[in-house]
């Protein structure tokens, strides 16, 4: 389970997150939407400590951290519980497909290299990558290159896989390739947050959705609670607005 409590986050005098409450069961996946500058993406990064909360608490499994005294020791153990896929796909430009999968597994997990090479070369071939396991970022895709990210995600074995707005950098043709992986993944039972602004997606893929706006948690509920019938007035001008070429279904 994942619970965070009253997280907040300011930047200088703004206010970017007030008092926001999450739980995430094992296994759910939940998709958080919200305009942009809801704080959305800012949560997710306060999650593994990539922005650090100005206060809250945060438990991933066994792991509960006071976000305001949180020790550098329990940084690291919190952040051994989540991987991490990012919109701009983060790859090690100078290492192959292969390697960049690797890296997490052999220099954070110490696992020896033949078996860290044989884990990630399975990991590829899920994701579809199997023909591309010397190719470098460069001589990939943007849809490929997301798709080695998720499994470089998948292969430190997290509790929880955080997902920030993976196929906004992408072109629409190769969205789809990515969304395909990432529901693929979500019938294993992994345990996901996704920011997204695919809203077909989130629909079709999430257990719980999470609407924010203003740097608070304005509605939440099952997919069809959301959008089919919101109960927030805020949450029907959102969805409202969206047209039908901003909704990707799959």
């Given amino acids: 389970m994942i619970q965070l409590k009253g997280i907040t986050k300011s930047f200088g005098r703004h206010q970017v997150l007030k008092g926001v409450d999450v739980t995430v ?20 990064r306060c999650v593994n400590f990539l922005e650090k909360p100005s206060s809250g608490e945060i438990r991933i499994g066994t792991e509960r951290i006071d976000c305001k005294s949180a020790s550098k020791k329990d940084i690291q153990a919190l952040r ?12 090690f430009r100078h290492k192959t497909a292969l390697e960049n999968v690797m890296e997490g597994l052999v220099i954070v997990q110490k696992v020896p290299k033949e078996e860290a090479r044989e884990r990630s070369i399975r990991l590829l071939e899920k994701v579809g990558l199997g023909n591309k396991l010397d190719a470098y970022p460069s001589q990939l895709s943007g849809g490929q290159q997301q798709r080695v990210g998720i499994a470089r995600a998948l292969a430190l ?31 294993e039972g992994i345990t996901m947050i996704i920011v997204t602004h695919e809203m077909g997606f989130a629909q079709d893929v999430a257990n719980h959705v999470i609407f924010m706006d203003e740097g608070v948690v304005v509605e939440e509920g099952t997919p069809n609670e959301i959008f089919s019938s919101p109960k927030e007035e805020r949450t029907k001008q959102f969805l409202k607005r969206l047209t039908p070429e901003g909704v990707y279904s799959i």
């Fill in 25 to 44: 069961n094992k296994g759910e996946v939940v998709a958080i939407l919200g305009p942009s500058g809801s704080g959305k993406t800012t949560l997710l």
């Fill in 80 to 91: 051994r519980k989540t991987a991490m896929v990012f919109q701009q796909y983060n790859l």
């Fill in 157 to 187: 074995n997290p509790e929880v896989i955080l997902f920030d707005e993976p196929t906004s950098a992408l072109d629409p043709e190769l969205v789809g390739e990515v969304l395909a992986v990432i529901r693929k993944i979500a019938k």
